[in-house]
């Protein structure tokens, strides 16, 4: 068996940029096979982040603005459209978040509402989002800061000018000064900085770039209103989030008079569903690029396949002797297919470090936008494409090597 | 018993309705340590012949006897093995393989025998052609005398009962040439069985016998009275 890998390596060898370009469509084909598996793990990587950021096993309730029969017709049903409209969902309120929590598989609970105002800190100006929120969300959230401490309730019940900053925004203001203690200007009024984040992971982008203050400071001091956009459930027991999500549907709709689902002002999402939602586009999308990428492996194979029979070709004579000399039939196709499947795994191997070079070109690409991007190349994905294209060369190698096999000796021994 | 004993051998060729006899009938024996030249015009079917004898193809009607064996029974992987372990080839245009060393090229067929001390025969075999000193040349890098010396170490690695060459000269001067035959004289006289095929008498001439072959029959069998022995060379043969 070594002497004949020795034969075939040399064989390869002795045409070098012939059987490099053969690789190259079995390289391309397995480079986008690995780029896709790593960059999808790496994409894995940061979703799960963020569901572990969040806490797994968290609710979201959102208001939402019940569809009449006229904007299902003219817009579809969507919750997004509320501002557009200029309507705004008032009624999720205070009781509802103080109820809630009551239902028996919630922990904790936190609400959330949300507004943009400049922020300022001497010569510097940013327009920041901010994210007002009672002061369980850091119990919840398991975002942790790089410095400082977070507002306690009764600063949130005090409606404190107290200002926790993402990583981003602190930079941006202080560039090196430190923050903590500092007074900066948000909108109209004056905020104490009393911690800044740790970098977060984040697709929105959003979160390293705003300012978290308490839910009354919000409410009234910036916003005017005294409603939520948003309530955020931790619950005991994922398995019963659905369960959980009902309860919290009726309780809802009969704080807010809510007589038919139809009309509800209101969704609840929960981490397992928008999870479900992201796997099933997500291996929609895998499985289109493999798909693509399974083209190019077939006409790499194909490439392969005529190769070869330029190769036995040119060879007749060679084989001719080597029958002649006492090789069987089955001597000659193992060559042949062994030099066919050498060409494969060779371009197979070097398609692999080429996919995981321009996976770890996105990862860098993607850490340097601030995502929390692991760089992997799974396991799996390495023994595929060795496996693939081992396949391929058998596969697009064997009739060219059968046709080998087959010659009449007499005959090859004349070919000149 | 005789090495080879052929009865009644014919071999023809259907191409559609055209029928081509290509030896109508062909009849001898050849004993252990005989020097046969087959010789006769191109057309007369000496190479039909010598390949139906070396296993390369079959008679369609006769008998063909190796070692006492008939050889009709063999089934195509069977006859691939006697190629292998009990003939040796020569050929006009040396086919040795390309880009490959001179000691790979008489490994080959002991790659097919499986044999474990390929390494040793080969020397061996090659010290035998007197080319020790050629062993990691590449076949491209020797003159052609020196590879039909390759091609010879090649045919004897495997210890052949008999050694099949198929114009061994035609691609030679006449130094080389000579060279090449002193050396299948040689081994002639150490015991080989050597089949030569032959168009030319001079060459022919070289061997104890001669089979006169014309139009696919053997015209005469005879032996060689005037025996030209090739010309002692002691620097390019032991």
């Known amino acids: ?416 | 018993m005789s090495l080879i004993r052929v009865e009644n051998l014919a071999k023809e060729y259907v191409n559609g309705e055209v029928v081509t006899p290509v030896l109508r009938g062909v009849s001898f024996t050849v004993e252990p340590g005989e020097f046969v030249a087959i010789m006769g015009p191109s057309g007369s079917g000496k190479s039909t012949l010598m390949h139906i004898l070396s296993f390369l193809d079959r008679p369609s009607t006769g008998r063909y006897e190796f070692e006492g064996l008939d050889t009709s029974e063999f089934s195509d992987e069977y006859l691939a093995g006697l190629r292998n372990e009990r003939v040796g080839f020569v050929f006009q245009s040396f086919n040795l393989l390309a880009r490959t060393s001179v000691l790979d090229n008489v490994k080959l067929p002991l790659l097919y025998s499986r044999v474990k001390k390929s390494e040793t025969l080969a020397k061996e075999a090659l010290a035998a052609v007197g080319l020790s000193h050629r062993l990691d040349y590449f076949t491209n890098q020797i003159s052609g005398g020196e590879k039909q010396r390759v091609a010879i170490a090649r045919a004897l690695v495997n210890n052949p009962a008999v050694l099949f060459a198929d114009e061994p000269t035609g691609n030679l001067d006449s130094k080389s040439g000579n060279t090449v035959m002193q050396i299948l004289q040689n081994l002639n006289d150490q015991g080989r069985t050597i089949i030569l095929v032959t168009h030319e008498q001079e060459t022919a001439r070289h061997a104890r016998r001669i089979l006169r072959v014309k139009d696919g029959a053997i015209l005469a069998d005879e032996r060689v009275l005037d025996r030209v022995l090739a010309f002692s060379d002691k620097e390019l043969v032991k």
């Open chain 1, 1 to 416: 068996m070594f002497a004949v890998l020795k034969q075939s390596l040399r064989a390869l060898s002795a045409n070098k940029a012939r059987t490099t370009l053969t690789t190259l469509g079995i390289v391309i084909g397995i480079a986008t096979v690995i780029l896709v598996l790593s960059a999808g793990a790496g994409f894995r990587s940061l979703i799960d982040a963020q569901v572990a950021a969040f806490g797994s096993n968290t609710l979201f309730i959102e208001t939402r603005v019940p569809a009449t029969t006229k904007q299902r017709a003219a817009s579809g049903d969507n919750a997004y459209n509320q501002g557009a409209l200029g309507v705004v969902i008032n009624t999720l309120k205070d009781r509802d978040l103080q109820e809630i929590k009551k239902i028996p598989n919630v922990v904790n609970d936190y609400a959330m509402v949300t507004g943009q105002a400049v922020a300022s800190y001497r010569d510097n100006q940013k327009n920041a989002l901010f994210y007002g929120s009672t002061a369980e969300r850091f119990e919840i959230d398991k975002h942790t800061l790089k410095a400082g401490r977070f507002y306690t309730a009764a600063e949130d019940v005090g409606a404190a000018q107290v200002a926790v900053l993402g990583s981003s925004l602190a930079k941006n203001l202080f560039n090196q000064d430190d923050p903590l203690g500092k007074l900066i200007r948000y909108g109209t009024l004056n905020f104490q900085v009393i911690g800044v984040y740790k970098p977060q992971g984040d697709i929105t982008g959003v979160a390293n770039d705003a300012v978290y203050i308490p839910m009354n400071t919000a409410q009234h001091k910036m916003l005017g209103i005294d409603h939520f956009s948003f309530v955020i459930v931790q619950v005991a027991d994922i398995k019963r989030a659905d369960e959980t999500a009902n309860q919290i549907k009726l309780l809802l709709r009969s704080n807010h008079d809510i007589l038919s689902p139809e009309k509800d002002d209101f969704i609840v999402q929960t981490q397992a569903e928008a999870l479900a939602t992201f796997n099933t586009i997500f291996g929609g999308i895998t499985i289109l690029l493999i798909a693509i990428a399974a083209i190019s492996l077939i006409v790499g194979g194909v490439g392969i396949m005529n190769i070869m029979y330029v190769v036995v070709t040119e060879r007749t004579a060679e084989i001719g002797l080597k029958k002649a000399i006492g090789a069987t039939n089955k001597d000659i196709l193992r060559e042949f297919l062994t030099e066919a499947v050498l060409v494969t795994v060779l371009g197979g191997i070097l398609g692999i470090m080429l996919g995981a070079l321009l996976g770890y070109v996105v990862s860098i690409i993607a850490t340097a936008a601030g995502l929390e991007w692991a760089f992997v190349v799974p396991f799996n994905a390495i023994a595929l494409a060795v496996a693939v294209s081992a396949t391929i060369g058998i596969g697009f190698g064997v009739l060219p090597a059968r046709s080998a096999a087959r010659l009449d000796p007499i005959e090859a021994l004349r070919y000149e």
